[in-house]
């Protein structure tokens, strides 16, 4: 199908919008349906500016409208009427880009168009200081529940599980029983972003408390689904996955008793904090950034990328396992500027 308006011969902005949106970030560029939305919304941000400051009406935007002086314009409106966060508008500006990119390639006369825009640079946004727990606040947090009842219990094992693997909490929620291998040395497959899938090492101590919680919650499980979630509540009858709204909820319960014990706990703790802060404790027992990184899931870091190669599994089962808190701990290493930017990027 040509993507070019049939009267003008002029490249049809709408349809590679559709192109780019409907078939080559979900099956040609395999983007998560999150991600596709994502640059959908970026997209729609740079529309609703053009239709409010330059009163071009949807019908008519082109690709004319993408030219550097009005993606300038439309930077400089995202900052300074809409407010955005110096990031939001990175992002914004980084999915206009890729899709020009795309369209470059498709017609060689939206070349210019895809160049100007790649000379344009988000503002920056100051670095914030790494939101991460003590060790004696992380143990507070994963002692918090006591396990006297069955949702105690599998609540402490979510909690457990979440820091061990430095999860992100949706990859936790999507965890089916498929996904654990705990014949030692076990390990977990994690399916991150764009579904992509990681191998992360467990320390022996969490494969102990998994054995214990799969007994309880998953008996017979060599006849049970593989599909089935790991962690899951009842409804009807039949064994849904939790929310990513109820693992925070989980934390959150564990905070507030753990403040009794430790008072210093952040208030606004999250589920993002934990895996930051298992980043931090890697870190500290003096494990390379770019295992780190490949426990994480991280695949672009430009200073460390072409180390990924040597991480291996068994590598990271080492990493997990120096990293497990003990009685008495070193002083941690001074960070230098170069690594505090390295781990201020952790996502």
């Not at 049939?6 to 349809?15: H, I, V």
């Not at 529309?47 to 009406?57: G, I, M, T, W």
């Not at 191998?199 to 214990?212: G, S």
Request: proline share 5%; net charge positive.
């Amino acid at each position: 199908m040509t993507k070019h308006d049939r009267a003008t011969r002029e490249p049809d902005f709408y349809r590679y919008a559709r192109d780019y949106l409907h078939v080559y970030l979900p099956t040609m560029a395999h983007r998560s349906a999150n991600t596709v939305e994502a640059y959908r919304i970026s997209l729609e941000c740079l529309l609703r500016y053009l239709a409010e400051q330059h009163h071009v009406a949807r019908a008519h935007v082109s690709f004319d409208h993408l030219d550097r002086q009005h993606l300038k314009g439309w930077l400089a409106w995202m900052g300074g009427q809409q407010h955005y966060a110096p990031r939001t508008i990175g992002l914004r500006l980084t999915a206009v880009k890729a899709f020009l990119a795309y369209c470059a390639a498709e017609d060689l006369t939206l070349v210019t168009v895809s160049q100007q825009a790649k000379t344009l640079r988000a503002p920056t946004a100051a670095r914030e200081p790494i939101e991460y727990l003590t060790e004696p606040e992380t143990s507070a947090v994963l002692a918090a529940f006591t396990g006297r009842t069955p949702k105690s219990r599998r609540n402490r094992m979510l909690l457990i599980l979440l820091y061990d693997t430095a999860a992100r909490v949706g990859e936790l929620t999507a965890m089916t029983l498929a996904d654990l291998h705990l014949h030692r040395p076990g390990h977990v497959v994690l399916t991150g972003k764009g579904d992509k899938t990681r191998v992360v090492p467990l320390t022996a101590k969490t494969i102990e408390h998994l054995d214990v919680y799969l007994a309880e919650f998953h008996p017979g499980i060599a006849r049970t689904e593989t599909t089935r979630p790991v962690f899951y509540s009842l409804h009807n009858g039949a064994p849904t996955a939790l929310s990513t709204d109820t693992v925070a909820a989980v934390l959150k319960r564990a905070a507030t008793t753990a403040r009794r014990r430790c008072p210093s706990i952040p208030e606004d703790i999250h589920c993002h904090m934990l895996r930051k802060t298992k980043a931090m404790d890697l870190y500290q027992q003096g494990i390379a950034l770019p295992i780190i990184m490949r426990l994480l899931g991280h695949e672009n870091m430009s200073t460390t990328s072409a180390f990924y190669a040597f991480a291996t599994v068994d590598m990271m089962r080492k990493a997990v396992d120096a990293a497990t808190p003990a009685v008495t701990t070193p002083q941690a290493r001074r960070l230098t500027k170069e690594r505090l930017q390295a781990l201020y990027s952790l996502r």
